[in-house]
């Protein structure tokens, strides 16, 4: 029974907005949450990279993920946020978001994974959760950063 209990463990994940969609970032990946600050310009960088910023004295890029998912950009607001994820492959690198909403449980029957296609739209969203009646979109953060590379060699 407890073998079965440990395999069905619920992923703790950060439910954010962006537009008018809600996504889900594995809390294991997220470095930080800090509010929207000035960000230095960088030249000659894709536009959804806005530039960096000085963290603690670590320099982090900072994109924005409306811009990536091909969503118009708006004003920054009090509730714009930038999440510091850490990753292996590019290190830390900040994601600018509408809204930072909660952290939620989901265990392995409230999430369904989407089939990948590489003509999907939607490539960013790998699996899709279920709290209550609302549904997340769960980023495959691996996808999200390295679009720039598969949309050069197109």
């Known amino acids: 029974m407890n073998e ?3 395999f069905s463990e619920a992923v703790q994940y950060i439910k954010i907005a962006v537009g008018e969609e809600f996504y889900g970032i594995d809390i294991s ?3 930080n949450i800090v509010r929207m600050q000035r960000i230095t310009r960088v030249p000659n960088v894709a536009s959804y990279i806005k530039g960096v910023i000085n963290l603690r004295g670590e320099i982090v890029p900072i994109m924005n993920l409306r811009l990536k998912m091909g969503i118009d950009e708006i004003e920054y607001t009090k509730t714009t946020r930038i999440i510091i994820i850490k990753t292996e492959l590019v290190g830390k690198i900040g994601l600018i978001v509408d809204a930072v909403k909660e952290v939620v ?3 392995d029957g409230q999430i369904e994974k989407l089939p990948y ?4 739209e939607n490539h960013f969203v790998n699996a899709v959760g279920k709290v209550d ?3 997340i979109s769960l980023l495959d953060i691996g996808a999200v950063l390295a679009e720039k590379q598969a949309k050069e060699e197109a």
């Open 117 to 120: 296609d590489n003509n999907d």
């Open 105 to 107: 449980a989901l265990d």
């Open 4 to 6: 079965v209990k440990a």
């Open 133 to 135: 009646d609302t549904l």
């Open 29 to 31: 990946i997220v470095d």
